[in-house]
């Protein structure tokens, strides 16, 4: 795998801000060749660096809350891995070194109550030791996937079958054209790019590139929990601007902010971990290792988990005109 430049490194920056972004768009802030530009795009996604995703807002599914659990196994760390990776709430999971700690693990749920539920199910389970939970109220900015608006999020009760299949569409392929939409949804391409565009103006849907840090040439990676001595908002908003920080979140639990870092190197872990450290308003910053990803933060599937009443025309049917 080549190294990435700061062509690439633009590139991968744009795609994160927004998945669908124009190859001409990408070739402005490059000032390289349309050709070139799009090669470029094509190799980043191809060898693994980043993989654009369109990811619905939870609390259409149910599951507006968001937590990551800090787990210590009982003995083997990937049987404890197993039972939670298996669980229905959990949407993601790390295996760490280096804290009191061995998995970092990701879940969503409705609310607080089922939250709590969720946690008293996993913490009584035989493998886990011990489970402490850093509940997410902000997250200011993921790698691993792209950051819904805050909560309470949009109902969906507000959308209708259009938007739906809309949805669907650009999971299956977050980079369509409006022409490809149009045609799946039965609208003009001018009523589906006004569609979409809704769609994204009101949070019902997120597309961005999640940067793999290994395939982006960042293999070492590591996992942080701040306590600060001021508003945690503002201390994980300047964390979330430092080089190499790929998550932030804020919250309530055993630390008011909790993130990620990834680096290329040992002496540029070291320079990443200086440059949190020269935040201001940090009374402790606790940092593990992240040893592996046992399973990738995926977007909820659209395509399976929609109401049942966005059915009544299947995918494999065609679809009739519709009013925008």
């Excluded at 927004?18 to 060898?47: E, K, N």
């Excluded at 790929?246 to 055993?254: D, S, Y």
């Amino acid at each position: 795998m080549r190294d990435l430049d700061g062509f690439d490194r633009m590139i991968l920056s744009a795609l994160q801000q927004d998945g669908r972004v124009t190859y001409q768009a990408l070739t402005d802030q490059t000032r390289l060749s349309r050709t070139s530009t799009r090669t470029r795009l094509h190799m980043l996604l191809d060898q693994g660096a980043a993989t654009v995703v369109a990811s619905a807002h939870p609390a259409l599914f149910g599951q507006a809350v968001q937590a990551q659990l800090l787990v210590t196994a009982h003995a083997d760390p990937a049987e404890a891995a197993k039972t939670l990776i298996a669980h229905r709430s959990t949407s993601g999971c790390q295996r760490t070194t280096g804290a009191n700690h061995d998995l970092v693990v990701r879940i969503r749920a409705r609310d607080d109550a089922d939250l709590a539920a969720e946690v008293d199910q996993l913490r009584r389970h035989r493998a886990v030791h011990r489970l402490k939970v850093f509940r997410a109220v902000n997250v200011i900015t993921d790698a691993a996937e792209p950051a819904p608006p805050p909560s309470p999020g949009p109902a969906a009760s507000s959308l209708d079958a259009v938007d739906w299949q809309l949805l669907v569409l650009l999971q299956d392929d977050p980079r369509a054209s409006f022409s490809t939409l149009s045609q799946g949804v039965g609208l003009s391409q001018a009523a589906t790019r006004a569609r979409v565009r809704g769609l994204l103006e009101a949070g019902v849907v997120r597309i961005a590139a999640v940067v793999h840090p290994a395939g982006a040439g960042l293999p070492q990676a590591l996992g942080f929990a701040v306590s600060p001595t001021t508003a945690a908002e503002d201390v994980g908003a300047e964390l979330a601007q430092r080089p190499g920080v790929t998550a932030v979140a804020t919250g309530w639990g055993p630390c008011d902010i909790l993130g990620t870092a990834a680096a290329r190197s040992t002496p540029h872990l070291a320079a990443v971990l200086g440059g949190m450290r020269s935040v201001g308003g940090i009374d402790r910053l606790t940092t593990w290792t992240v040893l592996d990803t046992l399973a990738p933060v995926t977007p909820i599937a659209v395509r399976r988990h929609r109401p049942p009443r966005t059915l009544t025309t299947l995918d494999d049917q065609p679809w009739a005109p519709v009013s925008p």
